[in-house]
């Protein structure tokens, strides 16, 4: 029986082109200015510290706003570049430069799910802020109140099964029992080896012939 439901979002819940398109030129444009006005902020300063760590302990600002473009470029999941991204993204988003896209079956069946006492909950590679501001900030409205919690890199790789056994001791239910949605195959096969049950959302087409459930929309899930 399905307690839970865990998602991922680029590409699930929200266009990747959104996240691609628009969210991430944004933050590449604002990287550097952003680092060098926030440098001596206690919590940016231990995120660029952690970026240093990365690439030999000894780089200084400007290098490691180099190597935080660089990561941009390459859409590497690094976690203080993700958490820096979220705050850059916060302020566009308060300032109504973007709200969040959410496709409009997505929010029809999150809510549906909510009423019906379903747990909710979000897998992104993105920050726990940054998904917290998606969904606050969408083009629906605020959706955060469907959402029972969030968790991001900071538990583990999207595709090592560890991350999803920690997803469900966080969540406080056993694996059998939280239904994972996601694009990527790679995930899925991580979270069906720890325990979940799987939906694989291929929204843009592409391979129906896997080892997964298949659907088109949230609309196409039934259990």
């Known amino acids: 029986m399905i ?3 865990v998602t991922d979002i680029e590409g699930t819940t929200s266009s990747l082109s959104f996240v691609k398109d628009v969210l991430f030129p944004y933050s ?3 990287m550097a200015e ?11 300063r231990k995120l660029l510290d952690e970026v240093s760590q990365r690439v030999g302990g000894r780089a200084d600002d400007e290098k490691i706003i180099a190597q935080l473009i660089q990561w941009i470029d390459e859409d590497k999941k690094v976690t203080p570049l993700k958490a820096l991204q979220g705050m850059i993204w916060e302020a566009g988003f308060k300032q109504g430069d973007f709200k969040g896209h959410v496709y409009e079956d997505a929010v029809r069946k999150l809510k549906e799910w909510h009423a019906q006492g379903i747990k ?5 590679s993105g920050s726990v802020q940054a998904q917290k501001l998606l969904f606050a900030y969408s083009e629906y409205g605020d959706l955060t109140p469907l959402f029972s919690g969030y968790f991001d890199t900071t538990v583990g790789a999207k595709r090592e099964a560890e991350s999803y ?11 059998c029992d939280i239904l994972f949605l996601s694009d990527i195959k790679e995930e899925l096969d991580a979270a069906r080896a720890a325990g979940m049950q799987t939906v694989w959302v291929l929204r ?6 896997a080892e997964h ?11």
Do not use: C
């Open 3 to 5: 307690k839970a439901i």
């Open 28 to 30: 590449r444009a604002r």
């Open 34 to 44: 952003f680092v060098r006005t926030h440098a001596n902020d206690a919590a940016v």
């Open 120 to 124: 909710l909950y979000v897998f992104s």
């Open 165 to 175: 056994r920690k997803i469900a001791q966080g969540i406080g239910l056993a694996p």
């Open 204 to 209: 843009d087409g592409g391979e129906m012939a």
């Open 213 to 223: 459930l298949k659907v088109r929309s949230f609309g196409d899930i039934a259990f």
